[in-house]
């Protein structure tokens, strides 16, 4: 894909989607995450204290966790660029804020927008192909939130039914589905040219490079940084094919 | 009664009916709220999007995601608990950031995993760590909007083409690290299909045959996990 040519002007849906409209409506779903930490941490703390936890224990936790979020909330931050260049701040923010990781939310919106045709990088993608994102993404986002928000009092039992001795089976049929997601993503790229299959292949290779160094020095920091480095070189190896070799097919 | 039967008693009649209630009823607003800025697109911007490409786009996910809106939920309850998972769920990055904060903090607290004590520590140390989170995203992103608008157009473009690639392979490397062969298979089968679509072999399908490419790559992908689970030829996760 010629991403350089015919791109004088931005693409129009961007004005849409880093619109102060799109801030307000991304805020108050933020707002109820925050809410329900809120009601869940006084809640704990309080029964906490009742079931002889001390004020030291108590606190402990309360700073490790914060302490222990920041590196990887940091290295998510890599990760939202992405999503910034591709469906604006608002949604980006939005959706990572809430049930947010970046293997769905990536994927869901090029799953949106392809139902018109577009891929992301292409020109002229259009405010409905933007909006057709966003309403995938929402769609798709809220399965966990109702399979959670009614099935987990009850998920002892279903996880006794479902599992029930096969353990080593749930992994595998999790990894399948997953492989066979990004597999059908990545072939997307493959067939999109030449820079798209470079970036794609380095960045799968920086990533088990790094996640091989991280496991042999035991360094956690270098697996929380893996993605947004395989992001990095495979951004620039992108380019370079590109300057180099033109679209490729 | 002992101390550790009140506290057995203080946390299941308590404290879990409290996080179920409140689990439930913020976990529907959320959902709720969550559609405020694709009501936002249609009622203010006036953008209505053709019925087919949202039903297109849905099932399309549901059949990429929807065996791991199950899964996930049920894989993580043992280590997140109760608490944990309304948490988790509600907020994401669970693997990368909830499940590190919840083990460090019981560590610190030196209380045990899968106790009520336990679980108690993790719902205060995913709290914090939930606060932490959306601090630094709020942050980064008015700090990074900017950052993005203010690159030459080529940049931008980079960005926008570029970028995705690469996490989508990453992201394959990260999972086909720990199955290699069936990663191989997924890949064979993903690309032929992608090829078929490419090539109008699947046009006969009704609509955009997306949703085809995608069934057979994920189903076709999991049916030979399973044929391999069963014929030992790949190692079962630790």
Known sequence: MEWYSNTAVAPAYMDVANSNWLWISATPVVLMVLLQAGLFLRRAWKNGQEMGLSDDQLRSGLKTGVISAIGPAIAVLAAMLAL???????????????????????????????????GFGDDGITETAFATSVWTMTLG???WLLVVAVGTPHMEKARERIVGGRDTLLPIVTSGAMLGAFAYFVSGEITSGAPETGSAAVGGLVMLALLKLADERDVQWIREWALGSAMAVGLVVGMVVHAAAGGGW | MSPSD??????????????NRWGR???????????????????????????GAIVGGFLSVAVTFGLIWFIEPISYYPV???????????SGNISNLR??????????????????QGS????????????VNITILTVGVFALVPVFEALPEFGRNALESYLVPAIFGAIFAQFGRDYPKVAAVGLCIALAMTLLMEFGLLAFLPGVPLYAVIFVSVFGTIY???????NDMIEPDS
């Open chain 2, 80 to 90: 997140l608990g109760i608490p944990g998972t309304y948490m988790a769920f509600l």
């Open chain 2, 224 to 230: 030979a996990a399973k044929v391999m689970w069963e």
């Open chain 2, 99 to 116: 499940l590190p904060c919840a083990a460090a903090a019981q560590e610190s607290a030196d209380v045990d995993a899968g106790t009520p």
């Open chain 2, 6 to 19: 009140s506290s057995e008693s203080v946390y299941e009649s308590n404290f879990i009916p409290y996080i």
């Open chain 2, 25 to 51: 009823i913020t976990s529907l607003l959320a959902v709720a709220f969550s559609f405020g800025p694709a009501l936002t697109l249609l009622a203010i911007f006036d953008i209505v999007p053709p019925a």
């Open chain 2, 120 to 131: 108690i520590i993790s719902t205060i140390a995913i709290a914090g760590s939930i606060f």
């Open chain 1, 141 to 143: 986002g809220i399965g």
């Open chain 1, 84 to 118: 910034i260049a591709t469906i604006g701040g608002p949604v980006a923010w939005m959706r990572l804020s809430v049930i947010g990781s970046v293997a769905f939310e990536l994927p869901a919106a090029e799953i949106g927008i392809s139902q018109l045709g577009y």
